[in-house]
């Protein structure tokens, strides 16, 4: 199966069958039949209202923890499905999103938006060496890298940007 199709019946009840297809797949939102990634950004927005009134040691810590589970919940989905880096698994843009985000924990609601913006960017557009990481790393913790990657470079244009316009 082409990691570009929807899920079937089977594939589907694989994935939720377990707490960690339920994680991997973002709590459901990467089941959408069409822009999963988006929608699993857009999903992960909800805890980061959160994760936003942790100091930064604790947010570092939850992202840590978040990337060593998401690599274990990502290979187990992949496994389940027979895929490793279907489009429904999105916990990778979770942490993703949460590190683009860094910049903008005591930003206004726009730099929130561009963070969102700029992650699903690097995220979509995969330029070196997230394009590299995300074909030749495989199982959990291929499918967690290139999103972190994608998440520092958002972060990073995100912090000059807020600098620039300070």
């Known amino acids: 199966m082409s990691a570009k199709k929807i899920l079937t019946v089977e594939q589907r009840r694989a994935l939720l069958a377990t707490p960690a297809g339920w994680l991997a797949c973002g709590f459901g939102s990467g089941l959408t039949p069409v822009a999963q990634g988006t929608f699993g950004s857009l999903a992960a927005l909800l805890p980061w209202l959160w994760l936003r009134e942790l100091s930064l040691p604790w947010y570092g810590v939850v992202l840590v923890l978040g990337f060593v589970i998401g690599v274990w919940a990502c290979n187990v989905a992949g496994r389940a499905i027979g895929v490793d880096d279907h489009r429904s698994i999105v916990w990778d843009e979770f942490i993703g999103q949460w590190i683009a985000l860094i ?58 940007l807020m600098r620039l316009l300070a």
């Open 103 to 160: 910049p903008a924990l005591l930003a206004p609601w726009w730099i929130v938006v561009a963070g969102f913006a700029l992650f699903r960017l690097f995220d979509v557009w995969k330029p070196w060496p997230i394009r590299w990481l995300d074909r030749h790393l495989k199982g959990g913790l291929g499918v967690m890298v290139d999103d972190v990657v994608a998440g520092i470079f958002a972060a990073i244009v995100l912090g000059v």
